[in-house]
């Protein structure tokens, strides 16, 4: 993990923390969800001390999902804390980057590179991830402010263990929360 901050205009793209990964009432929440929350505040705190812009990132599913346009799930996560100047990208699969929208966002902001947290991380995250790299963007992950569910067959720390590998050796910068946030070193 390189641990390095990014440059001074690189945005925070925080992707598909809404209500029904985290309240539980169709789908368990996310793995560790409340550490999940703090942290994602805690970056996104960050990101506005630092005069850094934050985007949001909303999943729009089809009808009848929990996260389809007007469920109780859609909306971004309130405890989030959403300021009214930022933005939401809306996407229907799994990379952000299919709005365009949010590649004009990116763009505006005068920097080569993007700071990504959120969910899923073997879903949304990962393809983002691609996403961003193959429009020729620097990525930085928030290494603990990405999270995703149990699977059958593999247990969430461990699929978020083996996403900050792959996305390490996809040159990614892997950077945690207390590393993103606290004092620069030095």
């Not at 999902?65 to 799930?73: H, K, N, R, V, Y």
């Not at 505006?108 to 700071?115: D, I, K, L, M, Y």
Request: some cysteine; charged content about 25%.
């Amino acid at each position: 993990m390189s641990q390095e901050k990014p440059i001074g205009a690189a945005p925070v793209i925080v992707v598909d923390l809404q209500t029904g990964m985290f309240d539980g009432i169709v789908e368990p929440p996310l793995h560790d969800a409340d550490r999940l929350t703090e942290r994602a505040r805690k970056v996104i705190d960050w990101a506005r001390r630092d005069g850094r812009k934050v985007a949001f990132i909303r999943h729009d599913g089809p009808a009848g999902d929990p996260l389809a346009p007007g469920e109780p799930g859609w909306p971004v996560w309130p405890a989030l804390g959403q300021a009214a100047d930022e933005p939401i990208f809306s996407k229907k699969v799994g990379d952000a980057f299919s709005n365009p929208e949010l590649g004009k966002w990116v763009e505006e902001q005068g920097a080569p590179e993007v700071v990504l947290l959120g969910a899923q991380t073997d879903f949304c995250i990962a393809a983002t991830v691609k996403g961003a790299l193959s429009n020729g963007l620097k990525v930085t992950v928030v290494s603990d402010a990405h999270s995703t569910l149990d699977q059958p067959d593999e247990a969430a720390p461990a699929i978020i263990n083996r996403y900050n590998a792959q996305f390490a050796e996809a040159g990614v910068n892997l950077v945690t929360t207390e590393a993103l946030t606290g004092p620069p070193a030095g």
